[in-house]
Each structure stands twice: as structure tokens, then as C-alpha cells.
């Protein structure tokens, strides 16, 4: 198979095109002109999920012109029927104590809300200065706990979304844009 007829069965996932990556950058130099008005000076931790996160972070954080150090963890949720929340796991800590920190969360997407209601409990715990949370994505409709993040950039439909760090089946996060997956 030629280069090109493999890239264009890579591509036969992606459905539409969602959000444009000229509208992430444009989303994205807004909400750091917020965290900064937010934090007025004062410096912060942006601590990001991975790995659905990691292509946010890398732009969110030279969106923001504040004193900023970067951490990363990553979780894994395990649920059965209706449980709602205590299950996620920490598969990567992070790497310091957060107590002095201003944290703020960087995370891909709130679905159901169950990753980030148990994921904030946790780092609530950790006593930091304060605790925010900055989403790219928001599906609503989905929502299982109650649970909103302090910043999000775009609320989408309940469609399965794909790109700029989301991923299905662990493809498809290269791709600059957010698209709906259909096969
Ligand atoms: P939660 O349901 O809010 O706990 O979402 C947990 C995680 O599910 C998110 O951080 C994403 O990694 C993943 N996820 C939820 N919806 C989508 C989607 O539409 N595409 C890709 N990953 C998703």
C-alpha cells in the first residue's frame, strides 16, 4: 500500500471536523489572558492528566505569563454500574508536595465528571493554596456527578471526539484539530 492510501485509511475514523485548530489557539490565548487575571502575579502549578491532556498543556501553559511550574500525573478510573466516585487510581504521582501550590488541573475533556470530582478530592487533600480546574472539552449531557470545571473552552454535543491529545484505542491524538469519530 502506498503512503498515501495508508494515511487515507488512518483518516477513515475521523467523522467531522469539530473544532478547528485556528479556534483551540484562538480559545486557548483567552483562557491564559483569564488564568493570568485569575492569578494576578501570583505564580502557579498546572498539573495535567495524562496522557489526554498532554498536547493542552504543552499550549496552555505558554498561553499564561504568570510564574508557572508544569507537573503531570496520570489516573485510571475503574467503575461498575452506577458507582459514582472513590475508584480513580493513580497510576503516576506527582512529583513534590503541592502544599504552597495555587494548582490548577489541565485536563482534555469532563464526560461523566467522575475522573475530576475524585481526582480534585484527592489533591484537595494535598492542602494546596487553592485548586482550579481548566478543561478543553465539556460534554454536559453526559454528566454523571456534579461536577464543573473553573475554565472550559467549548462545550460539544455527546459525541465520542477524537484529536489534539484524544485519542480511540490510542490513535488519532496527533491530529491538530478535535473531530468526531465514526467508523
Ligand atoms: P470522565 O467520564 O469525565 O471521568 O472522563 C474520563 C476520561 O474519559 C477523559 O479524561 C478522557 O480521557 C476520556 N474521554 C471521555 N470522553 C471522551 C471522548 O469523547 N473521546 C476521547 N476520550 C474521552
Given at each position: 500500500m502506498k503512503v498515501e492510501e495508508k494515511i487515507k485509511e488512518y483518516e477513515?475514523?475521523?467523522?467531522?471536523?469539530?473544532?478547528?485548530a485556528e479556534e483551540i489557539q484562538a480559545a486557548i490565548k483567552k483562557a491564559g489572558e483569564r488564568i493570568d487575571a485569575i492569578y494576578d502575579g501570583r505564580p502557579i502549578l498546572l498539573v495535567s492528566i495524562l496522557k489526554g491532556a498532554f498536547v493542552f498543556m504543552a499550549d496552555i501553559c505558554r498561553a499564561v505569563h504568570v510564574p508557572c511550574e508544569i507537573g503531570f500525573m496520570c489516573a485510571k478510573s475503574y467503575y461498575e454500574g452506577?458507582?459514582?466516585?472513590?475508584?480513580?487510581?493513580?497510576?503516576m504521582d506527582l512529583?513534590?508536595?503541592?502544599?504552597?501550590y495555587h494548582v490548577v488541573i489541565v485536563e482534555d475533556i469532563v464526560d461523566t465528571g467522575r475522573t475530576l470530582n475524585d481526582i480534585t478530592k484527592i489533591l484537595k487533600d494535598r492542602n494546596p493554596v487553592s485548586l482550579r480546574v481548566v478543561t478543553l472539552?465539556?460534554?454536559?449531557?453526559?454528566?454523571?456527578?456534579d461536577f464543573k470545571a473553573d475554565v472550559s473552552l467549548f462545550t460539544i454535543p455527546d459525541y465520542f471526539v477524537i484529536g489534539y491529545g484524544l485519542d480511540c484505542a490510542e490513535k488519532y491524538?496527533?491530529?491538530?484539530y478535535i473531530a468526531e469519530f465514526g467508523e
Open positions: 477513515k475514523g475521523i467523522k467531522k471536523v469539530l473544532i478547528t452506577t458507582q459514582s466516585s472513590g475508584v480513580v487510581k493513580i497510576t512529583d513534590r508536595d503541592i502544599s504552597g472539552l465539556d460534554k454536559p449531557s453526559r454528566r454523571l456527578v491524538r496527533n491530529l491538530p
